[in-house]
């Protein structure tokens, strides 16, 4: 009788019902409270944002596009590495996706790269390449190295020769200790890549948008919710509810933003981004992001696309296949979504 068990599902229900009264007074601005809430959530402390004084680090010129390697600020003297895909062939400005990787080896693993930066040969592995997918249908495509993964891992972590391993504990736990989620600096961080994306001039400003797996997902929903830049967005093996996936299955730490579940689940996060095009993907077998619950997910954003009179801008594909980018319905519709009115 003394387990927490009973006394924590008494808390998410209290919360519940907290939550329920607040929609019932916010009334027509529940929307409009939600991402100001989620906003303050993901602040991050600072005096102003660093210059972002862009580097190029290398260009190479493949057989279907240009990648570049760049590097810019963000703040607290954080520099950022990022791949940059140029689409060949290209006539004048090109829409542009901000592509955020999950757990891995960081931004390598999504353009057809190995963890030493050789050139990856065979198939893709559970990301899919999706960053070279996506500059080889048209679009100018930015990968930057998220916080804690690959390069922007702790010395400590690079000097452990583990390949994939990240820095999320540590920094996570870290900042904790000045009041900020490490899911804040990384989306703060992202909605810099996109600053640093309209000073191209390949890239026509009003066409972008972002593609996430997994913790990948988690920042473009975030990012897109409190970013209105993002035109479109597909979030790939992430939309769920938080009591069917980080509070009922072990996920890192990264996944959580204190105070969250005070104003919203996540499906009311995900909401945010209507009236905007909104692709759902998920693998039918995710054992981390049970099935389950992301169908019940996509039935609360039915509702709410079909309340703005959008339904038709929401897309789903629910597939056979486990905690994996399978693109061949994502890929398309990203480029109806940004593409569909080139003349």
């Given at each position: 009788?003394?387990?927490?068990?009973?006394?924590?599902?008494?808390?998410?229900?209290?919360?519940?019902?907290?939550?329920?009264?607040?929609?019932?007074?916010?009334?027509?601005?529940?929307?409009?409270?939600?991402r100001k809430r989620l906003v303050h959530s993901l602040a991050v402390p600072m005096?102003?944002?660093?210059?972002?004084?862009?580097?190029?680090?290398?260009?190479?010129?493949?057989?279907?596009h240009i990648r570049e390697r760049v590097e810019f600020g963000t703040f607290w003297g954080f520099r950022v590495p990022a791949y940059v895909l140029l689409p060949k062939g290209v006539v004048g400005k090109s829409a542009a996706v901000l592509a955020l990787h999950g757990h891995g080896y960081g931004s390598r693993q999504i353009v057809g790269l190995n963890a030493d930066g050789t050139d990856h040969i065979?198939?893709?592995?559970?990301?899919?390449?999706?960053?070279l997918e996506m500059v080889r249908r048209g679009f100018v495509v930015i990968v930057p190295e998220v916080l804690g993964f690959g390069d922007r891992r702790l010395e400590a972590d690079q000097r452990s020769g583990q390949v994939g391993n990240s820095s999320c504990q540590t920094l996570a736990s870290h900042l904790?200790?000045?009041?900020?989620?490490?899911?804040?600096?990384?989306?703060?961080?992202?909605?810099?890549?996109?600053?640093?994306?309209?000073?191209?001039?390949?890239?026509?400003?009003?066409?972008?948008?972002?593609?996430?797996?997994?913790?990948?997902g988690l920042l473009a929903a975030y990012t897109a919710a409190c970013d209105e830049r993002i035109q479109a967005a597909v979030l790939c093996a992430f939309t769920n509810t938080f009591k069917g996936s980080i509070m009922s299955i072990h996920?890192?730490?990264?996944?959580?933003?204190?105070?969250?579940?005070?104003?919203?689940?996540?499906?009311?996060?995900?909401?945010?981004?209507?009236?905007?095009?909104?692709?759902?993907?998920?693998?039918?077998?995710?054992?981390?992001?049970?099935?389950?619950?992301v169908e019940a997910a996509v039935s609360y954003l039915k509702q709410v696309?079909?309340?703005?009179?959008?339904?038709?801008?929401?897309?789903?594909?629910?597939?056979?296949?486990?905690?994996?980018?399978?693109?061949?319905?994502a890929y398309p519709w990203l480029v109806e979504a940004l593409m569909g009115n080139e003349s």
């Open positions: 009788m003394w387990s927490p068990d009973a006394s924590m599902e008494g808390l998410y229900r209290a919360y519940e019902r907290k939550r329920e009264k607040q929609r019932a007074e916010w009334a027509e601005q529940t929307k409009e409270e939600q005096e102003e944002l660093d210059e972002l004084r862009p580097v190029l680090l290398e260009r190479v010129e493949l057989e279907d065979g198939e893709s592995d559970i990301h899919g390449n999706y960053a904790m200790l000045y009041g900020v989620s490490i899911a804040a600096v990384r989306v703060q961080e992202a909605r810099r890549a996109l600053d640093y994306l309209m000073t191209r001039e390949e890239v026509d400003v009003n066409r972008m948008g972002c593609f996430g797996f997994s913790g990948g996920h890192c730490i990264d996944n959580y933003v204190p105070g969250v579940l005070d104003y919203a689940e996540l499906p009311e996060l995900v909401g945010l981004l209507a009236p905007r095009p909104l692709f759902i993907a998920s693998g039918r077998q995710d054992p981390i992001f049970p099935i389950a619950t696309y079909q309340k703005e009179g959008v339904g038709e801008r929401l897309g789903v594909h629910l597939y056979e296949g486990v905690h994996e980018v399978k693109g061949d319905q």
